[in-house]
């Protein structure tokens, strides 16, 4: 039977997950191979070279560009401060001066005789790369970051927005069919990951905000509502990177759907645990789903279990579909025939004939569905 293998969304009880978590440049690693790391512990450091400021002292003096080293009070590499005088120019017979201020604290990094352009360089940014999870350190990149191992429970989101965050999960609805409404959320969730069910909306969004959660994860949310929420229209570009307030996964994609049970279950079963979670998306080349990582107690041993290579559809494999007419239905694979079929469009598509959740067998062409993996 050929194989075709379908990239899918990853939903496990307990999973070993390996992480990178790497410095932007070269920089210090603050921890040692074997240390075992909290999701907030610092493990790498850097600094970002601040920003240059060019700054035209041949034109503030009114003097010729081959003049300005001479006039310069401060030579590069020299320490400036804001509103220190580091160029002055004096004119008959010292009776006046010309002076030209720093704009900014840093350092001089070049003087031109050419054009006359002084560059400064603002202070370095300090940056600092967190373990983010719960884990061992199991391996040094020297310089530049470290790998961290644990046992987790995993999911991984279809859609989300925000940063990486840390918090206590707490269910705020009963079933995966409900919605996430205002009156749901309350005080008690301030710094909580808060699991919703079908679909939140804005206005849960702003409350969440107001009570001072961390995060959201329901199976979908109205286009319109994130659109208004974000300030502009998402598209294809890379998510994650939005100073919002809070961190939001999708676990299903856009509109009401409801969450799977897999995944309500086992968010449901893990409530009062803490939880990692970041709204990283790239549905382009370079995939990057967002996810919901819980830290589970393990073994040392147990991380040295080898990795297994993702498996090709199978009958009984759960799956979602991604296209109409079924979008957002999660099925099991009932049969995979080989050969080809042809489709509305008239082209020769492989299939596959899956269950859906009440019973309804239908076809679906195999690009079209998603596996959810174990």
Do not use: W
């Not at 940056?127 to 970051?145: C, L, N, P, R, S």
Request: aromatic letters at 4%; one cysteine or more; hydrophobic letters at 40%.
């Amino acid at each position: 039977m050929a194989q075709a293998y379908t990239p899918g969304l990853t939903i496990s009880r307990s999973i070993i997950l390996k992480m990178d978590r790497i410095l932007p440049l070269k920089g210090e690693v603050v921890v040692k191979e074997g240390d075992k790391v909290q999701a907030d512990d610092v493990v790498a450091r850097t600094d970002l070279p601040g920003d240059v400021i060019p700054l035209n002292v041949a034109n503030k003096l009114g003097i010729q560009p081959s003049d300005v080293p001479e006039k310069m009070l401060k030579k590069t590499g020299d320490e400036i401060k804001q509103g220190e005088v580091i160029a002055l120019s004096r004119v008959l017979f010292g009776l006046f001066k010309s002076k030209v201020p720093s704009p900014v604290n840093g350092t001089v990094e070049n003087i031109s005789s050419i054009t006359g352009q002084v560059l400064l360089r603002e202070p370095p940014v300090p940056i600092e790369i967190k373990a983010f999870i719960d884990g061992i350190v199991t391996k040094i990149y020297k310089d530049e970051g470290v790998e961290i191992e644990n046992k987790s429970a995993y999911v991984q989101g279809i859609f989300g927005i925000g940063g990486e965050i840390t918090g206590e999960i707490k269910m705020a609805v009963d079933s995966p069919i409900s919605i996430l409404t205002p009156d749901l959320i309350d005080e008690t969730f301030k710094d909580k990951i808060i699991i919703g069910g079908s679909i939140v909306d804005l206005p849960s969004i702003k409350k969440a905000l107001k009570v001072r959660a961390k995060g959201i994860v329901a199976g979908g949310i109205e286009d319109n509502d994130l659109k208004e929420f974000l300030g502009f229209d998402i598209g294809v570009a890379i998510t994650g990177h939005e100073d919002k307030g809070i961190t939001i996964v999708l676990t299903e994609g856009f509109g009401p759907m409801k969450m799977a049970s897999k995944t309500f279950n086992l968010l449901k079963e893990f409530e009062g645990y803490k939880a990692s979670m970041h709204g990283k998306t790239q549905i382009r080349a370079g995939v990057m789903r967002p996810e919901i990582i819980i830290p589970i107690p393990f073994k040392e041993e147990e991380l040295k279990v080898k990795e297994e290579e993702a498996a090709g559809l199978q009958i009984g494999s759960q799956i979602r579909i991604i296209r109409e007419p079924h979008f957002g239905k999660i099925c099991t694979v009932s049969a995979l025939p080989e050969d080809l079929v042809v489709v509305q469009s008239e082209t020769k598509v492989r299939i596959l004939k899956a269950k859906l959740e009440n019973g309804t067998e239908v076809i679906v062409p195999r690009a079209n569905v998603e596996a959810i993996e174990e």
